[in-house]
C-alpha cells in the first residue's frame, strides 16, 4: 500500500507529553515519591526542564554500575533563573552552602550568565528549590520549550544606559514567564489549582516547539552574543541617550555531526524600535514562533529553521502585524569585542568593580585554586552583588571605596589576583560541561580544556601573542552549548579524543567559523594549529584578528557558515 506523502507528519513525542501534562504538571508529585529509584519517568523528566532540572546520571560510572547489575547513578542538575546574571551576596551565600551540602559540591557558572548545580539526589531536590525559594531565587524557565535566561550585559551601574537595558531586559524576562502554578504546587507545596482554571495566555497549552532564548547588548560590546540568540536586542545609544534597539531574530548554534539539514545559523536583523515596545514586538516574534515552529521534528524546530523555511521577509511582516508595531531601519552598531572585563574598572555611580576570570566557571575548592573559599569570604563581606558573565566569569559589582582593600585582601590570600594575569588566550576560553554529567556529550569539554591551554599557550608565547586577544571554545558535542561556532578556535567533539576544528570565526561575533579539519585528537588539533599560530604572529595585518586571519589566510574560499544575516528591508 502506498503512504500518503500529503499526511501531516505526526507531532514529535514532546509536543504530546507537554498536552497532556496539565501544564507540566504531569504525575512528577507520585513520581518524587518513588524512593525504589533515583530516576524519574522518561516523560516527567522532560516536564522537570521547565521548571529547571534535568535528570542525569554519572557517566564516569556507568559501565561498572552497569556490569555489577546496579541501577545507573542518577542525581539532577538544576539551573537557577537570574536575568541578567545579578545575585546579592546573601544569595551567593545560600547557593555556596546549598552545593556543599545538598549537591556536587561545586557551583557551575553557565554560558548564559546563571548558576548550574549538578549531583542533586532526588531526595534532595525539593529542599534544594525550598531554600532558594526562601533566598527570592528560582529556577522557573530555566530550561525547557521557553523563553530561557534572558542576556544582558553585567554591569549596569557603569552608565545609566546600561541600567536602562538591564531594566529592559528585566522586565521581558518577567514578561515571557510562563504562568501555570506548577512550580509552585510541586515543590514548594502550594496548594493545587482547581482543574480547568488556569490558563498560559502567552504560550498556550504546548508552550513553544523548541527552546527560546533573548540577549540584550550594548555595542561596542557584543559579550552576550547576540547573533547567536533567537531574539536580541542591540542597544542603539544617541548623544548618549537610549534611543531604541535594533531587533534581532533567528540566531541558533545547535546542529548534529554529519545532518545538512541542521546548522548554527547567525541572526538577521529585522529593524529599529524604541524601548517601550521592546515586550510587545518580543511577544510578537515568540508567538509568531509558538504558531509556525516545527512541531513536528525537534531538530527543525528551532526559530532560526522558521525563518529560514519561510524568509526575513514574511517573519517580519507578522512581527509587525502582531505587534502593531512598525520596524524603522536598523541603526548602526558597531561591535568590537566579546572579552570580560577583568580586574577593576570604575562605575559612574562612584562604586568599582572587579571583574575575576573563573575557567569553565567552576568554582569549587582545588590545591592553588580556592575559588569557592575566597568567593565566599567575597559574599560574606560585601555590600554590593556578583554579577555573572557570558563568558563564564564573575564580577565583584557595588563595590565602596573602603570595601576594596578588604576585597582585594582576600583575593590576594588565596592568590586569585593573579587569575587575571593569565594569557588573553586564557581569559576568552569557554568551554562546555560534557562528561561527567551531560548525557549528550560524545568528548570531555571542560575536563581537558586546561591541558589543551597548556598545550597551546606555550606556542602563543613564542609567536609573541600572549597578550593578543583570541577567543577558544570547546563543547563535547555539536550542541555548541559554549557557542563554539563563533570562536575564532572551535572546537567540537565528536568521538573520545575525536574534535572537528574549526577556524575563521570574527572576534566581535559578526561571523561564524568554518571547518578546517573534521576529526583531531587533541594533540593532532594542536599539532594542526601551531604552524597556523606561528604564520600569524609574522604574517598578519596590522589589526588583523586572529579568526580575521585564518579566514583570509588559511581556509580555503568555500565557506561552509554563513555571517551576519540579512537586514529585513524597512
Ligand atoms: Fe546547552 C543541551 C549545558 C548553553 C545549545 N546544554 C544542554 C544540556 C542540558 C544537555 C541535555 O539536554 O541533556 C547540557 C547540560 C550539561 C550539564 O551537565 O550541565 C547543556 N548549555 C549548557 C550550559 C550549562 C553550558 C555551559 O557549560 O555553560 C549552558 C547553560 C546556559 C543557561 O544557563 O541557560 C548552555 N546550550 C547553551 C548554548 C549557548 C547559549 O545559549 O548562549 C547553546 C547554543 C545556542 C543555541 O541554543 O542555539 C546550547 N544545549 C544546546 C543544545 C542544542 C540546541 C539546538 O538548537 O540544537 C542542546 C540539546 C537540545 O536542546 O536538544 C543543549
Ligand atoms: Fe553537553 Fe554537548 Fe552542551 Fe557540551 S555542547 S554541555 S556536551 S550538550
Redesign the pocket.
Known sequence: MNSDSSAPKPLAANENIKAASHLLRGTLVADLQDTSTGAISEDNSQLTKFHGL?L?DDRDLRNALKKEGKEKAFSF?L?VRLPGGVASPAQWLVLDTLAGELASPSL?L?????F?F?GILKGNVKPLVQTMHQALLDSIA??GDVN??VMAPPNPEQSAVLAQVYNDARSWSEFALPKTRAYHEIWLDDELVAGGEEQEPMYGPTYLP??F?TGFVVPPSNDV?VF?QDLGYIAILEGGKLAGYNVTVGG????SHGNAE?FPRLADVLGFITPEHVNVVGQAVLTTQRDHGDRTN?KHA?LKYTIEDRGIEWFKAQVEERSGVKFGPARAAHFTTIEDPHGWHECADGTSFYGLHIL??RIKDEAGWPMKTALREIAEIHTGDFRLTPS?NVTISGVTAEQKPKIEAILAKHGLHKENERSRLRLNAM???ALP????ALSES?RILPKLLGMLEPIFASAGLSGDAVSLRVTGCP?????PYLAEIGLVGRAPNKYALYLGAKYNGERLNRLAAPSLTLEDTVKHLEPVILRYGKERHAGEGFGDFCDRAILPADATFHSVGTVATA
Open positions: 534535568y542525569q542538575m539551573r557551575r553557565t554560558t548564559r550568565q546563571t548550574q549538578h530555566a530550561c530561557r535566561n523548541r527552546k532564548k552574543d547567536s541558533g548554534l545547535g546542529m541542521t525537534r528551532r569553565s566557571g563564564q568551554s562546555c560541561v554529567t551531560c548525557g549528550l571542560e550542541n555548541g552549548c559554549a557557542r
